[in-house]
C-alpha cells in the first residue's frame, strides 16, 4: 500500500516512492508527468529547470535563428548568476529575477555565490559513514549507485576519474571484501590514505590489487598515473613539483600565487620535500608564498647585503619561533599544547591540556640529526650525561629503521651504538611485492644420491615447466624458480627436498589476474604442485617420495623492502640503509648506499664513513675527517701545522705523529719524508751503558741534521740525542750486531704441520747504547741497506728456515731476521709474513738462492687492474692445508695482512766449503722448447716506442743462478702462454744484480679509431725499446667460440680498433667472416667486429676490424624516424648487405680485466653540459606511445659508459648540438647506455574528468619507449616583442597574459600587421598588392574588419583592412608549427571572441589570424581584365606568402602551416587546394569549419558573375545603357565602381543579396568545374560542421540591415530565394518540389506555419549548402588516401548564451569560453569541450592527427577516428560534452542530394 511521505510541517515531500519507483510530485501531491524512474531519484526538477524545459519548448516551435532567453541552470538546480540572450546578457538573483550587473573588460560580470569546500577528512568520514550503511544491510540512497557492471570493473583509469572516484572504488572494493559467496584472504577495502591533518596523501595504494596511483591536494586523480604492479611505489609530485613540472612542458602557471609581472619563464622553486620554497623569485621580482599552497602572502625585503629575503614561515604564521627563526618544538594555543617537528607539523598523540603542555617532551636532539621527512625526532631533556630520542612518524608513515630510540651521548654529542635517525626513515607503505609457495618432500634414499641431485632437480623442473605458469589470458610466461628453489638436506637415510616458488607480483598484470587473491587461487590451482611427485619418482627411484608439508601462497616484499607493522604492504629501505632477513638495517661503518630498495651498501671508494651513510660524499679519509692537510686522494702530507700552538710537526702516512719532530719552525713535506724513515725508540727499547758499541759519528748540531747524517749513511741504524753544555749532540750508531740485544722465549719446534719450524712465543729487541742522559732521545731508522726491500713480495722456492713468533713487533721480527740470515752463510735474504694464523703470529723464512720472484708492486694483478694466473697474497712455509682456518677458502687472500722480501745487497759469494753444507737449490721445472714457436719475435721496426705510457705488466725476476738466457726466455715464453691476458714477453737483464727481468704484456696494439683511420698493419706499442721481446702468435684454426650478434646499427662514430685484417680477393666472404669472428675469440681485449667494404682500400676492399670498443653507434637500420640529428648519409665504410656489418661478442665473454686493453674512452663533448640547462622529468610528466616516429637512438658501448654522469652528459650535449632536440631518454641495455634524441614531442590537452567542475589541461613528453631518465631542456627561445621584417623595418607587439582557469601564460601578440598595400582607391577590385610600410609599426592592436554585407555606415569596419594578426607562445623551445585562420569579423564584434591567444598557449603553436575581402569587393568580376574578380583569394594568398616568408622571426615554423577558415570562408579556402599557385610548402593541412570544397556555390562561371557585376553597377547607376562587352565600356563600369564611396556600395549590395539566392552571392570565378581529381592537394583534412550554422543564420545581418532601411517584405524575398535555391545553380522545379517533399516545406499560413517553414528551410539549405558537402568531401579525400577527420557539433545549451555571430564550434576552437569576457556565459560541460577541441586541433597541426598520443586517456579525451575509404557512413566526432564517436550524419538527407537529386536536374550530376 502507498503511504505519502511528508514533510515535517506537513506539505508533500517533493519526491515519493513505493516499491523501487519514485517520482516528483507537485505541492498538491499530484505526480509531475514523466518524472516516474526506478530505483532513487536524487531531487525534482527545480524551478529554473522547470522555466528552461518551458522555454525551450517554445523555441522548437519558433522561426529558425529565432531568440529568446532560455534559463541557465546549474547542476544543483539554481539559477545561474549571469543569463544571456544571445549577445545580450544580464545577472538574476537565486529567485532569477534580473539585477544590476558589473562590467569587467567590457563584459558583463555578476557575483558568484560562494560555497564551502568540504575538506577531504569530510570526505573519509561521509565514506566510512556510507560503508558502515551499506554493510548493515541498508540500501546505498546517497549520492552513489553501484551497478552490476560497475562491480565487474578493474581498477582503471576511467574508473578513478571522476570527484566521487574514491568514494567508488571504497564502496566496489567493499561489497568485494565482504561478499558472502567467497573467502578472499588478500581482498581488502580501499580506504583513502590520509594524512593526520585528514589530508590527502598524494600516492594513494589499493593493497589488495597491488596498484598505486596519485591524487591531487583534495584527492582528484592524476590522469595517466595509475601504474601497473611494479616494484617501487609511485612517487608522486607535490602541488610544487607539478606546476613547476607544468609550467616546463606547457607554460602555463597552474594556480601560482606569483605577482603578475613575473617572466614567462618562471618556475616555482621546491624544497625537496616537495614544498614551495618561501622565497621565491622571477627575474626581477621577489616574493614570499605559503609552503604548501604557494599563495603569495607578502612581498619579500632585502636583507644587509640586499639580498631577497623572507621571513621564516614560523614567524609568518604567527607561531611559536626559535631565535632562528624554525619552529619551537613545543607549540602551544589557548587551551592546548604539542610537539611540533621541525616543519611545524602537529606529532600525532602529543596534544595535551595546555596546563599539562610543560610536561610534554619535545626538544631538540644535542646530537647531530637530520631533518625528518615525513616525521619528527622528540627528545627528551638530557640526563646523565644522556638524551633519549623517539623518532614518530606521521599519520600514514611507518619507521623504516629497525629501532625507534636513540641515544645521544651529550659531551661528545655522538649517537651512541650503531643506530641513529635518519632523514629518510618515515616511508609510505606501498603494495605486497612477491608471492612464494612451497613443498616440503622426504625421500626414502641414501644420501649417496645428494651428489648431483640438486642441479638435476632443477634443470627437470624446468625442462617439465614446473618452473614457471602461463598467464590465463596472454598466455606469456612467469618464472617462479631462482637458485633457492630447490634445497637437499640429508637426515640419516631420508633425503629432505624443499621446493619453494617465488615471483614477483609485477609479473601478474592486474588486467589478468586483478587481485593478490587471484594470484594465489590461479597458483593453487595451477599444475605446478602435481607433477612435482612425478617428478620425485623417475628422478630417484624407489625413494616413494612424501609431502611432508606444504604452504599456500603468501605474500611479503622483495630485497630492499620490509614489511609494514600490519604486516599488509611493504615499506622501502631508504637511502644509508640495506636489507637483511627482512628488515631494513644501517649501513656499516666504511659503506655507503645513496639509493633507495637496495639488498647491499657499497664500499667506499677512498676513506670510510659512519654508519648509516647515504652518498659516497660521507666517505672521508681520516686525514679528511680530522681536518689536516691531505692530497688530493686524501692521504695524509707528511708536514703538519698545528693550528693551536703554531708549531710545526710530521705525521706518518697513517696520520700518526711523529712526537720528536715537533718543531718552531716551518717543516716541509720533504723533510718530513726524511724523518719519517725513523721512528723513536720507547725507553724500554734501550740498553744503556753498554761498553761494546759502534758509533759511526758524534756531532753537535740540531735533530734534523742529526737523522739527515744518518739517512744518508747505509750503516747508520740509530741516533741518540741529548744536551751536553746547552749543545745538543747526537751520536750515530752503525747496524754492527754489537748494537743490538734480542731476546727470546725458549724456542719450541713444529708448527701448523712443519716439523722444523722454530716457535718463539715472545721476542724482544733492544738498542744498546754508551750512555743514559737524562733527556736521552734516540730514533731508530726503520730499514737498514745491508738488505734491500724488494718490490716483489714472494719468491718461488720454498725457504730454508721458518721461524715463527707469536708475540713480537714487526720492527723486531724484523731485526730478529735480518740478524739470522747476517749471521747465516747460506743465506741469501728473507720473507717477513704476518698473518692470522694460530691466533696471529709473524713468519720469517730464510731464503737461498730464490729462482724468481714475483708480485711486484705494480702488477696489474696487485694494483687491481686484472687477474693473474698466480696467487700473490703468500708465501710457502711448507704448512699443510688442513692446517689452515676452517672459514678460510683461501689463505692468501684472507689471512696475509703483511708480506715483504729483502735480499742482501752487495755480499760475495759464499766460500766453496760454506756452500757446501747448504741445502742444495731447488731445480727448477723441465722448459719446453717447443714454446717458442708459438711466439714471433719484434724488432724496432714491428713495434711503436712511447716512454711516456706506462703498460699493465707481470713482472718476474729469475735468478742467473737459476737460469741461463735460454732457459730464462723458454721460462718468460711459457708464463706468458699460461696467461690469458700475455700476448707480450720481453726479457732482459734486471735492475738488480744477478737477476733476468721478465716483463709480460697484454696487447697494446691500437689501429687508430673512427676520427683517426689506419689503413696500414697496426704495430704493438711499447715503453722501452725492444730487446729479447716476443709476441704471441694468433690461433685462428677451431670453431668460433662466441654466436656474435649483428649491431642493428648503420654507423660507428667513436670506435677503437685493434687489428685491422684486409681479405684477398681470393678469400669467399664466409671464410674471411669466420676468420675474422676466431680473430676476436682470441682476443681478450676485443668485444666485437666489424666484417665492412672500405671503398677506399686497395684490392677488394673487404676488411676485418677486430674493435677494443664498440663506441658510439647511431642511424639505425630498423629505426622508423623521420627525423635525425647524426648523418646517415651512406660513408665510404659501407655496413651492408649482410654478411657486412657490425657484430658485438656477447657481453657476458668481454673481458673482466678492461683496465689491461688499451685505453678508450668516451669522446669530450665540445662543451661543457650544465643541468642547470636540464630538468629530468617525473614518471607522471612522461608517457610511453610507440608511435612516436620523430626520435634518434644512440648507443653508447658499455665499456665507454661507466661513468653514468658522463655518458648522461655526452647524450645530453649530442641533444644540445642539434638545434631542434628537446629531449633525451636514458636507459641500459646489457651492452649499452641507450640514448634516444627526440624533437619536440610534448603533448598537451584535455586532462580532467568528464564531470569535474573546472575542466583542465596538462601535457605530457612522449617518449618511444620506457625509460628511467628522461631529462627535457629547459632553455626557452627568448621573448621577442620586436622583429624585424626584411625590407619593411621594425614591427612592435606586445606580451600579454592569457588566461585558462586558474592558470596563466604569456602570450606575444602582433596584432593590425599590414600584409599587403590598403586596397582603396585604385587597387580597388584589384590583387593583392605587397605591404609598402617602412621604418616602425606598431602592432599593438587590432585593425578594423574588412567591410561585409549587412554592415552600416557607423561600423567600425573599413576597406583598409588587409591586415593579420599574430599569436605566440612564450614557452617554445623550437619553431613550432602555424595556424592560419581566415576570418572576418562582424563590424564593432568584441575581438576576444576569436583571440588566438589561448589556443596558441594551450597548443604550443602560433596562431595567425587574418581578414581577407570579401562579397563583391572581393569576387566582383565582369569577366574583362578591368575586373578579373578572385581579390580575396589573392588576399588569402599574400598572407600565405607572408607567414612563410616572416613567421619564423616570431617561432613560426613556416615548412609546417595549416590553413582553415569559417563558414563561406571555408569554402573560398578550400580553393586553394585546387590551386596551382598555392603549391605546398606554403601550407600542410586544412581545416574547414562550415565550408567545403564541393558546396554548390563555391564558385560563379564568367557569365553568371558578369551578370552579378552589372546589377551591382545598374543599382549604383553605373550603367547607363546596355554594356556590350567591348574593353572601353568595362573600363568605364569599372572606373565607376571604384569612385563610389565604399558604404553606398555597400548597401547596393546588401540589398541585392536579401533577395538573392546563395547561386547570386558573390563566389570566386572558376571557368571550369573546381572537382579535378587530378589537381587535388592531397594534405590532412580536419573539417566538420555546426547545427547551429545555416544560411539563415549567416543572413541575420543583411536581414537586419534591411529592416533598418524600412524595406518591407524583405524577409518573404529572402526566404523566396532560399526556397528557389532548393532547384539547384539552374533552379529546377521539379527538384524544388521534390526538396519540399522531402523536407516537409509546405505549410499553411498561420504564424506557426511559418515557423515550421524557416526550421524546414534551414535543415534543407544547411544539409544542401553545407553539412553534406562536408561529408562528401570527406569521403573523397579518405578516398585518395589523405587523412581525414570528421566533426559535427549538434544543438547544445550552450548556444542559447553564446554570441552566434561566430560558430559555436569556431568559438570552442579558439577557447571562447575560457575567455575572461565569455567565462560566465559558458558551463563547465561547455568548458571542457572547448578544451577538447583546441587540443584535437592543436594536435592536428602539429602531425596531422588530432589525437595527442595513443595512449591519452580515451575516458578523458576519446579517440577521434579518421574517415576510412571507401566508408559508406564515416565516422565523425560529436562536440557534445560526450565527445562520442557517431556513424551516418545526415545520411538519409545526404543520399537525397547526392543520389535523387542529379536524376531530377541534369544540371545538378554535373556540379556533384
Same mark, same amino acid.
Given at each position: ?299 619579500? +625585503? ?11 614561515? !614560523? ?85 623504516? $629503521? ?191 648506499? *645513496?639509493? #633507495? ?82 721512528? +723513536? ?32 749513511? &747505509? ?39 712443519? &716439523? ?70 747460506? !743465506? ?39 687477474? +693473474? ?57 723441465? $722448459? ?57 714477453? *720481453? ?218 654522469? #658522463? ?166 623551445? #623550437? ?397 565523425? $566526432? ?15 538527407? !545526404? ?18
Amino acid at each position: 500500500m502507498y503511504l505519502p511521505s511528508c514533510t515535517p510541517g506537513g506539505g508533500f515531500r517533493e519526491v515519493q516512492c513505493r516499491d523501487d519507483e519514485c517520482w516528483c510530485v507537485d505541492s498538491l501531491g499530484q505526480e509531475v508527468i514523466g518524472s516516474r524512474t526506478r530505483g532513487p531519484r536524487r531531487r525534482c526538477p527545480s524551478v529554473c529547470e522547470r522555466e528552461r524545459d518551458t522555454a525551450l519548448k517554445r523555441k522548437a516551435k519558433m522561426a529558425a535563428s529565432a531568440e529568446i532567453h532560455i534559463p541557465e541552470c546549474s547542476e544543483a538546480g539554481d539559477f545561474l548568476p549571469l543569463q544571456c540572450v544571445g549577445a545580450h546578457c544580464f545577472c538574476v538573483n537565486a529567485e532569477g529575477k534580473q539585477t544590476p550587473a558589473g562590467s569587467a573588460g567590457g563584459a558583463v560580470t555578476c557575483a558568484m555565490p560562494t560555497a564551502e569546500r568540504r575538506q577531504s577528512a569530510d570526505e573519509v568520514t561521509e565514506f566510512r559513514q556510507e560503508v558502515e550503511r551499506i554493510i548493515s544491510g541498508f540500501s546505498l540512497t546517497g549520492r552513489l549507485r553501484l551497478s552490476q557492471s560497475e562491480e565487474e570493473l578493474r581498477l582503471t583509469d576511467r574508473l578513478l576519474m571522476g570527484s566521487d572516484a574514491a568514494l567508488r572504488l571504497a564502496l566496489h572494493s567493499t561489497l568485494q571484501a565482504n561478499s558472502q559467496t567467497q573467502q578472499r584472504s588478500y581482498q581488502q577495502p580501499y580506504t583513502p590514505q590520509c594524512d593526520a591533518q585528514g589530508g590527502w596523501l598524494l600516492t594513494q595504494c589499493h593493497l589488495s590489487t597491488g596498484q598505486c596511483w596519485c591524487v591531487d591536494e583534495v584527492g582528484m586523480y592524476i590522469p595517466g598515473s595509475l601504474t601497473s604492479r611494479s616494484l617501487r611505489v609511485t612517487k608522486c609530485l607535490s602541488l610544487c613539483q607539478r606546476s613547476g613540472l607544468d609550467a616546463l612542458l606547457s607554460g602555463w602557471l597552474r594556480r601560482s600565487g606569483a605577482p603578475s609581472g613575473v617572466l614567462a619563464s618562471y618556475r616555482p622553486q621546491c624544497e625537496e620535500d616537495g614544498s614551495f620554497s618561501v622565497l621565491q623569485t622571477g627575474g626581477a621580482l621577489s616574493w614570499c608564498v605559503h609552503p604548501q599552497t604557494g599563495q603569495s602572502v607578502q612581498s619579500a +625585503a632585502a636583507n644587509s647585503t640586499g639580498q631577497p629575503t623572507c621571513r621564516s614561515l !614560523c614567524e609568518l604564521q604567527g607561531r611559536r619561533c626559535r631565535p632562528d627563526g624554525s619552529f619551537a618544538p613545543l607549540q602551544c594555543d589557548v587551551t592546548s599544547c604539542w610537539c611540533a617537528s621541525e616543519a611545524g607539523q602537529e606529532v600525532m598523540g602529543t596534544r595535551a591540556p595546555r596546563q599539562a603542555g610543560s610536561a610534554l617532551t619535545c626538544d631538540r636532539p644535542l646530537c647531530p640529526a637530520p631533518s625528518i621527512t615525513h616525521g619528527a625526532l622528540l627528545c627528551r631533556s638530557a640526563a646523565g650525561g644522556h638524551q633519549i630520542c623517539e623518532l614518530v612518524c606521521h599519520h600514514g608513515y611507518h619507521n623504516a $629503521l629497525p629501532v625507534s630510540s636513540f641515544l645521544c651521548e651529550a659531551d661528545s654529542r655522538q649517537w651512541e651504538g650503531n643506530n641513529k635517525p635518519l632523514g629518510g626513515a618515515c616511508q609510505a607503505s606501498g603494495p605486497l611485492q612477491s608471492v612464494s609457495l612451497s613443498q616440503l618432500w622426504s625421500l626414502s634414499s641414501s644420501c649417496s644420491h645428494l651428489v648431483g641431485l640438486q642441479t638435476v632437480m632443477f634443470s627437470s623442473m624446468t625442462s617439465r615447466g614446473l618452473c614457471s605458469v602461463q598467464l590465463p589470458l596472454s598466455g606469456r610466461s612467469v618464472s617462479l624458480c631462482d637458485d633457492s628453489s630447490v634445497r637437499l638436506q640429508c637426515d640419516g637415510q631420508v633425503v629432505m627436498v624443499t621446493l619453494r616458488w617465488t615471483a614477483s607480483v609485477s609479473h601478474f598484470p592486474a588486467s589478468e589476474l586483478p587481485d593478490l587473491q587471484d594470484i594465489a587461487s590461479y597458483l593453487n590451482a595451477s599444475r605446478l604442485l602435481d607433477g612435482v611427485r612425478e617428478l620425485l619418482d623417475q628422478i630417484v627411484l624407489g625413494s616413494e617420495p612424501k609431502l611432508v608439508s606444504m604452504t599456500t601462497p603468501s605474500f611479503s616484499c622483495l630485497p630492499g623492502y620490509q614489511l609494514d607493522g600490519a604486516g599488509e604492504g611493504c615499506i622501502i629501505c631508504p637511502a644509508g640503509t640495506f636489507s637483511s632477513e627482512g628488515a631494513c638495517l644501517l649501513c656499516p661503518q666504511g659503506t655507503y648506499q *645513496d639509493e #633507495e630498495g637496495r639488498d647491499s651498501c657499497n664500499k667506499c671508494p677512498t676513506g670510510s664513513s659512519h654508519i648509516g651513510s647515504s652518498s659516497v660524499d660521507q666517505c672521508v679519509t681520516e686525514c679528511q675527517r680530522r681536518g689536516l692537510r691531505c692530497s688530493e686522494g686524501g692521504d695524509f702530507l707528511l708536514a703538519q701545522p698545528d693550528i693551536l700552538s703554531g708549531r710545526w710537526r710530521c705525521v706518518s702516512s697513517e696520520g700518526a705523529e711523529l712526537e720528536w719532530t715537533a718543531s718552531n719552525m716551518t717543516l716541509t713535506d720533504e723533510e718530513c719524508s726524511v724523518l719519517s724513515r725513523f721512528q +723513536a725508540a720507547s725507553p724500554s727499547e734501550l740498553l744503556v751503558g753498554a761498553k761494546d758499541t759502534e758509533v759511526l759519528q758524534m756531532m753537535t748540531s740540531d735533530l734534523s741534521a742529526c737523522v739527515k747524517a744518518c739517512a744518508v749513511e &747505509p750503516s747508520c741504524l740509530h741516533v741518540a740525542l741529548y744536551t751536553e753544555d746547552k749543545h745538543t749532540k747526537c751520536e750515530l750508531y752503525s747496524t754492527h750486531t754489537l748494537n743490538t740485544h734480542c731476546n727470546t722465549s725458549q724456542k719450541a719446534s713444529g708448527f701448523l704441520g712443519n &716439523p722444523q719450524a722454530e716457535v718463539f712465543d715472545w721476542l724482544s729487541c733492544s738498542l744498546r747504547l754508551r750512555g743514559g742522559a737524562s733527556d736521552l732521545l734516540v730514533i731508530r731508522k726503520k730499514g737498514t741497506q745491508s738488505f734491500v726491500k724488494m718490490r716483489m713480495m714472494k719468491v718461488v722456492s720454498e725457504v730454508f728456515r721458518t721461524l715463527v713468533f707469536r708475540e713480537a713487533s714487526l720492527t723486531d721480527a724484523h731485526r730478529f731476521c735480518l740478524e739470522g740470515c747476517s749471521q747465516n752463510s747460506c !743465506c741469501d735474504g728473507f720473507i717477513l709474513n704476518r698473518n692470522d694464523l694460530d691466533g696471529g703470529t709473524l713468519l720469517c723464512g730464510l731464503l737461498r738462492n730464490p729462482s724468481v720472484l714475483m708480485c711486484g708492486d705494480q702488477d696489474w694483478d696487485m694494483i687491481g687492474q686484472g687477474k +693473474a694466473n698466480r696467487i700473490c697474497g703468500g708465501q710457502k712455509f711448507n704448512i699443510t692445508d688442513s692446517s689452515l682456518p676452517a672459514d678460510s677458502e683461501n689463505m692468501e687472500e684472507s689471512i696475509i695482512s703483511f708480506q715483504a722480501v729483502y735480499l742482501k745487497t752487495g755480499s760475495a759469494p759464499a766460500p766453496v766449503s760454506a756452500a757446501a753444507s747448504c741445502p742444495p737449490a731447488e731445480p727448477g721445472a723441465p $722448459l719446453d722448447a717447443s714454446v717458442q714457436l708459438k711466439f714471433e719475435a719484434l724488432s724496432e721496426d714491428d713495434v711503436l716506442v712511447d716512454p711516456q705510457r706506462k703498460l699493465p705488466a707481470l713482472n718476474f725476476w729469475l735468478n742467473k743462478k737459476n737460469y741461463n738466457s735460454q732457459n730464462a726466455l723458454l721460462w718468460c715464453l711459457t708464463r706468458c702462454e699460461a696467461e690469458l691476458q700475455c700476448s707480450l714477453a *720481453d726479457l732482459r737483464d734486471g735492475d738488480s744484480e744477478g737477476f733476468f727481468s721478465c716483463v709480460l704484456m697484454s696487447d697494446s696494439r691500437v689501429c687508430g679509431a673512427y676520427d683517426k683511420p689506419l689503413r696500414k698493419p697496426c704495430r704493438p706499442l711499447l715503453d722501452t725499446r725492444p730487446n729479447n721481446t716476443y709476441m704471441k702468435k694468433t690461433d685462428l684454426s677451431g670453431p668460433v667460440k662466441s654466436f656474435y650478434d649483428r649491431i642493428s646499427f648503420q654507423k660507428m662514430v667513436a670506435y677503437s680498433v685493434r687489428s685491422r685484417i684486409s681479405l684477398s680477393e681470393n678469400t669467399p666472404l664466409s671464410e674471411g667472416f669466420m676468420a675474422c669472428e676466431r680473430r676476436c675469440d682470441e682476443d681478450p681485449c676485443c668485444r666485437g667486429i666489424g666484417f665492412v667494404r672500405d671503398t677506399k682500400s686497395s684490392g677488394a676492399g673487404v676488411v676485418c676490424l677486430a674493435l677494443i670498443s664498440l663506441g658510439v653507434q647511431t642511424c639505425g637500420e630498423g629505426d622508423r624516424t623521420n627525423w635525425r640529428t647524426q648523418d646517415c648519409k651512406p660513408s665510404t665504410v659501407q655496413s651492408s648487405p649482410e654478411p657486412f656489418g657490425w657484430y658485438q661478442k656477447p657481453v657476458h665473454q668481454w673481458t673482466p680485466s678492461p683496465a689491461l686493453c688499451p685505453p678508450f674512452s668516451l669522446p669530450a663533448p665540445k662543451l661543457n653540459t650544465s643541468l642547470d640547462s636540464w630538468a629530468r622529468l617525473a614518471d607522471s610528466a612522461v608517457s610511453v606511445d610507440p608511435s612516436v616516429t620523430s626520435y634518434n637512438v644512440i648507443h653508447v658501448s658499455r665499456d665507454i659508459a661507466s661513468d653514468r654522469d #658522463e655518458t648522461r652528459d655526452w647524450c645530453l650535449h649530442a641533444c644540445q648540438e642539434a638545434e631542434s632536440c628537446t629531449s633525451v631518454s636514458v636507459s641500459e641495455t646489457e651492452s649499452a647506455t641507450r640514448c634516444i634524441l627526440y624533437p619536440d614531442t610534448r603533448a598537451c590537452g584535455l586532462s580532467s574528468a568528464p564531470d569535474s567542475s573546472n575542466p583542465t589541461s596538462s601535457c605530457k613528453l612522449l617518449i618511444r619507449e620506457p625509460a628511467p631518465q628522461v631529462y627535457l631542456r629547459t632553455v626557452r627561445l627568448p621573448l621577442v616583442t620586436s622583429v624585424s621584417i626584411p625590407g619593411r623595418g621594425t614591427l612592435h607587439g606586445i606580451a600579454t597574459k592569457t588566461a585558462l582557469g586558474s592558470d596563466r601564460t604569456t602570450v606575444v601578440q602582433f596584432l593590425g600587421v599590414p600584409y599587403a598595400r590598403p586596397p582603396i582607391g585604385s587597387l580597388r577590385f584589384a590583387a593583392a598588392q605587397p605591404a609598402d610600410w617602412t621604418g616602425t609599426w606598431s602592432a599593438t592592436k587590432p585593425r578594423p574588419p574588412c567591410i561585409q554585407p549587412g554592415d552600416l555606415p557607423t561600423s567600425g569596419s573599413s576597406e583598409d583592412c588587409l591586415y593579420l594578426n599574430v599569436f605566440s607562445s612564450a614557452s617554445r623551445v #623550437e619553431p613550432v608549427p602555424v595556424l592560419v585562420f581566415f576570418f572576418n569579423p562582424r563590424a564593432n564584434q568584441d575581438a576576444g571572441l576569436l583571440d588566438g591567444s589561448t589556443l596558441a598557449a594551450m597548443g604550443n603553436i602560433v596562431v595567425v589570424t587574418a581578414s581577407y575581402r570579401t562579397a563583391a569587393l572581393g569576387f566582383l568580376s565582369t569577366g574583362s581584365a578591368g575586373l578579373h574578380g578572385n581579390y580575396g583569394l589573392s588576399d588569402q594568398e599574400a598572407v600565405l606568402r607572408w607567414v612563410h616568408a616572416h613567421i619564423s622571426l616570431v617561432g613560426g615554423d613556416s615548412s609546417r602551416v595549416t590553413v582553415g577558415a569559417e563558414r563561406r570562408g571555408a569554402d573560398i579556402l578550400s580553393l586553394h587546394l585546387l590551386s596551382s599557385s598555392s603549391l605546398p610548402p606554403l601550407f600542410q593541412r586544412m581545416i574547414l569549419m562550415g565550408g567545403a570544397v564541393l558546396s554548390p556555390a563555391l564558385v560563379q562561371s564568367v557569365s553568371s558573375s558578369r551578370r552579378q557585376a552589372l546589377n551591382l553597377a545598374e543599382e549604383l547607376g553605373c550603367l547607363t545603357s546596355d554594356l556590350t562587352n567591348d574593353h572601353a565600356s568595362d573600363i568605364s563600369v569599372a572606373t565607376c565602381l571604384r569612385e563610389t564611396p565604399v558604404h553606398t556600395l555597400n548597401a547596393a549590395q546588401t540589398k541585392l543579396l536579401a533577395v538573392s539566392g546563395p547561386f547570386q552571392s558573390w563566389a570566386p570565378v572558376a571557368p571550369v568545374s573546381p572537382v579535378a581529381l587530378s589537381s587535388l592537394h592531397r594534405v590532412d583534412l580536419l573539417l566538420g560542421s555546426s547545427q547551429s550554422d545555416g544560411l539563415i543564420s549567416r543572413a541575420r545581418h543583411i536581414k537586419d540591415f534591411e529592416a533598418l532601411q524600412g524595406r518591407a517584405g524583405g524577409k518573404e524575398a529572402f526566404y523566396q530565394a532560399l526556397s528557389r535555391s532548393l532547384g539547384g545553380v539552374t533552379g529546377s522545379g521539379l527538384l524544388k518540389e521534390a526538396a519540399a517533399w522531402f523536407y516537409s516545406l509546405d505549410h499553411s499560413p498561420s504564424p506557426a506555419g511559418y515557423n515550421l517553414f524557416s526550421r524546414a528551410l534551414d535543415s534543407a539549405t544547411r544539409d544542401l549548402f553545407i553539412t553534406c558537402p562536408s561529408l562528401w568531401m570527406a569521403s573523397l579525400w579518405a578516398n585518395n588516401k589523405a587523412n581525414v577527420f570528421l566533426y559535427h557539433q549538434p544543438e547544445s545549451n550552450a548556444n542559447n548564451r553564446a554570441d552566434v555571430s561566430i560558430p559555436l564550434d569556431v568559438q570552442f576552437a579558439f577557447g571562447t569560453p575560457h575567455h575572461p569576457i565569455s567565462i560566465q556565459r559558458f558551463s563547465p560541460s561547455a568548458r571542457r569541450v572547448s578544451l577538447a577541441l583546441m587540443t584535437y586541433m592543436s594536435s592536428f597541426i602539429r602531425s596531422g592527427n588530432p589525437n595527442p598520443s595513443l595512449v591519452w586517456e580515451e575516458s578523458v579525451l576519446p579517440r577521434w577516428m579518421p574517415v576510412r575509404a571507401a566508408a559508406a557512413a564515416p565516422f565523425y $566526432l560529436q562536440l557534445s560534452p560526450a565527445l562520442k564517436q557517431q556513424r551516418g550524419l545526415r545520411q538519409n538527407a !545526404c543520399s537525397f542530394w547526392k543520389q535523387l537529386a542529379p536524376k531530377l536536374s541534369d544540371k545538378m550530376g554535373a556540379d556533384l
